[in-house]
């Protein structure tokens, strides 16, 4: 039984980071300890108003008991940041509390749709880009790896454009690099991801829905790195987080009134491993 830590936010109402890392890695069988970035009474996008509680002076107390136990997880698993300062911690975080072979797996949720979520600062991207020099697996969209590369976020390009951004993504550092929210035809929208060693390259494609919805990438993510952690292969990985991200807001839509998520957890249920 495979064991991961997940490092993010707790956003208490909203599905997404936590609330969704945690339920969907547990279906998959794969034990999962929290190392809380923040408290946040929401997320920030689309609500008035949010509290936050930063925890970055918690943060290392919590990892400096884990260590005096002997804590071991066989994977990292970042997500949204708040603070620059808790780079540094997932740092040691590697270097400390994961088993040989263990994976430092980051999701850069920082960004989308061309624009860095309201209430980041500059300093996350460049340290969300030391971060990824340290990764195994990156998972980043297409307005998150222009930030990672610093190269303008453009809605237009082609095969090749992707393979260069995966290319350049992963000579920073990760072996593998999952990119998301790829579209090279009108009305189908997926993921392809890029093995560095091998030269591997693959792409999953479903239909694209007409409405968007926070949290997707975190459902998204946690899927792909519960399979990952499963020893699936990445093509596979693929195909089931896409599918579990389109079902997912297929069983959104008819609640016009739920706007700020999905509605992940029946599809959890039915896929249940
Ligand atoms: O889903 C990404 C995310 C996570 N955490 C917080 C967020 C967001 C996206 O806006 O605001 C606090």
Redesign the pocket.
Known sequence: MKKVVSI??I?CYGQ??LTVALPILSAYGIETAILPS?I?ST???GFQGFTSLDLTEEMPRILAHWIREGIRFDAIYT??I?DARQFELIRKAKNSILTAGGKLMVDP?MADHGKL?G?LTPDIVAGMRTLVRDADVILPNLTEAAFLLDVPYEEQYDRNRIMEMLKKLGEMGPETVILTGVSFENGRVGAVAWQKESGVYQECFTERMPRDY??T??VFSSVVIANLLNGVDVSVALKRACEFVVESIRNTMPDAEHSYGVKFESVLAKNRV
Request: aromatic residues 10%; glycine residues 24%.
């Open positions: 993010q936010d956003s997404c980071s923040a946040l997320h920030t996008g997500g949204y708040g949720a979520y209430a926070h949290g990438g975190d």
